[in-house]
C-alpha cells in the first residue's frame, strides 16, 4: 500500500524509499508534498537527493569547451573524432575575460601562419579571435588580469 500524498502525478520507486521502505509519489516538478502516512516530506526530500545523485552519476555533464573541444565529465573529448586527449598530456584553457588572451591568440595566429598551417586551422583561430574579441567588447567589466583572483 503506497502512502497517499497530496499531489499524486509522478511515481518514483527506491528500495528502501522513505521511512516505511515504500514507493513515495511526487508532486509535478519534484513539488515537496508532505507523506500523509508519517506526516512529514523528510523522506521525499532523501528520495529526491537520491534521484538527483543517481542522475548525475549516470549521466556525466558534457561541457563544450570550444567548437573542438568537450569535456564529457570526465575527459576532454576532441569533437571532429571523439578521441580522448592523454591525462599526461597537459593542457591550459584561456578564458576570454583574460585581457592578455585576445593578444595570445592573435599573436598565435601569427605564428600558424608563418607555419604555413591548414584552412582549418587559420579558420578555428579566427573563431575564436573573432569570439574572444566580441565578448570584450561586450563585456567590458568582466574583465580582469590574469590571477588577479588568486583562485578565488
Given at each position: ?18 521511512p516505511?521502505?515504500?514507493a ?9 508534498s ?19 545523485t543517481?542522475t ?24 571532429s ?5 592523454p ?14 588572451a585576445?593578444?595570445?591568440?592573435r599573436?598565435?595566429r ?43
Amino acid at each position: 500500500m503506497r502512502p497517499r500524498m497530496r499531489e499524486q502525478v509522478i511515481f518514483y520507486v527506491f528500495k528502501p524509499a522513505g521511512p516505511n521502505g515504500r514507493a513515495l509519489e511526487l508532486g509535478e516538478n519534484n513539488t515537496m508534498s508532505a507523506c500523509m502516512d508519517c506526516g512529514g516530506s523528510e523522506c521525499i526530500c532523501r528520495l529526491i537527493r537520491e534521484m538527483d545523485t543517481l542522475t548525475r552519476l549516470r549521466q556525466p555533464r558534457r561541457l563544450q569547451i570550444d567548437p573542438r573541444f568537450e569535456t564529457d565529465g570526465v575527459q576532454i573529448i576532441k569533437t571532429s573524432n571523439r578521441e580522448a586527449i592523454p591525462a599526461n598530456e597537459p593542457t591550459m584553457l584561456f578564458r576570454a575575460r583574460d585581457r592578455h588572451a585576445l593578444a595570445m591568440l592573435r599573436y598565435y595566429r601569427e605564428l600558424c601562419a608563418a607555419d604555413g598551417c591548414t584552412d582549418y586551422q587559420m579558420a578555428g583561430i579566427d573563431e575564436r579571435i573573432l569570439a574572444f574579441g566580441r565578448f570584450t567588447i561586450e563585456h567590458p567589466e568582466r574583465m580582469k588580469q590574469p590571477g588577479i583572483t588568486r583562485g578565488k
